[in-house]
C-alpha cells in the first residue's frame, strides 16, 4: 500500500508543484525486532527557490491497521514581509485544513538570529481499500491534499 500512494502522491503534487525530492527509509532498532518505514516526499512552488515555501509529505504504515499515516508539514521562511502566525492560521482556515503552527529559530549566538521558520502540519490516516468504491474515496483524498499543499504552498 505504501508504494501505491507514494506512486499517486507523485502524480497529484506534481500537478500542483515540483517533486525536489523523495526519500525511502528503513529503520532497524537496536533493542528490538522493530523495523520501520517511511516515505518522505518534498514539494515546491518552484525548483531551486530555497526562500519559498517547502512541503515536505510524510508517509508511515501502521502494519496493524493495514493503514497509512500521511503527514504534511510545510514549512515558511520568515523574512520581511512574510504574514505572522496569526495571519497564517487565518489563511490556512480558507484552505480547510485544521493544523498546528510551531515557530522555529536557529541562533548563532545571543541576540544573533540567523533563521526563523513557521511549520505548519496537519495529518491523517488512510485505510488500505478494500473495494473499488474505497480504492476512490482514497484517490479524492490523495487528490485532495494535492490541491490543499499547492494552495498552502503559495500562501
Same mark, same amino acid.
Given at each position: ?5 507514494t506512486?499517486q ?5 506534481g ?18 525486532d ?5 516515505v518522505?516526499?518534498?514539494?515546491a512552488?518552484e525548483?531551486?527557490?530555497w ?5 515536505t ?5 501502521? %502494519? *496493524?491497521e &493495514?493503514a ?6 510545510i ?5 520581511? /514581509?512574510?504574514p505572522? =502566525?496569526?495571519?497564517?492560521f ?7 485544513v ?5 515557530e522555529?529559530h ?25 473495494? %473499488? *468504491?474505497? &480504492? ?8 485532495r491534499?494535492a490541491?490543499q499543499i /499547492?494552495?498552502l504552498? =503559495?500562501?
Amino acid at each position: 500500500m505504501l508504494s501505491m500512494l507514494t506512486e499517486q502522491l507523485q502524480i497529484h503534487l506534481g500537478q500542483v508543484g515540483v517533486i525536489t525530492n523523495l526519500l525511502v527509509r528503513t529503520e532497524q532498532s537496536l533493542y528490538s525486532d522493530e523495523e520501520s518505514h517511511e516515505v518522505e516526499i518534498y514539494v515546491a512552488e518552484e525548483e531551486g527557490a530555497w526562500d519559498k515555501p517547502l512541503a515536505t509529505i510524510h508517509l508511515y504504515p501502521l %502494519a *496493524e491497521e &493495514e493503514a497509512v499515516e500521511i503527514e504534511a508539514e510545510i514549512q515558511y521562511p520568515v523574512v520581511d /514581509g512574510s504574514p505572522d =502566525r496569526s495571519l497564517l492560521f487565518e489563511r490556512v482556515t480558507l484552505v480547510g485544513v485544521e493544523a498546528a503552527i510551531t515557530e522555529k529559530h536557529r541562533f548563532l549566538g545571543p541576540q544573533q538570529m540567523v533563521e526563523s521558520v513557521l511549520v505548519l502540519d496537519f495529518h491523517f490516516v488512510v485505510a488500505s481499500p478494500r473495494s %473499488a *468504491e474505497e &480504492e476512490t474515496e482514497v484517490e479524492g483524498q490523495l487528490m485532495r491534499l494535492a490541491r490543499q499543499i /499547492g494552495t498552502l504552498l =503559495r500562501l
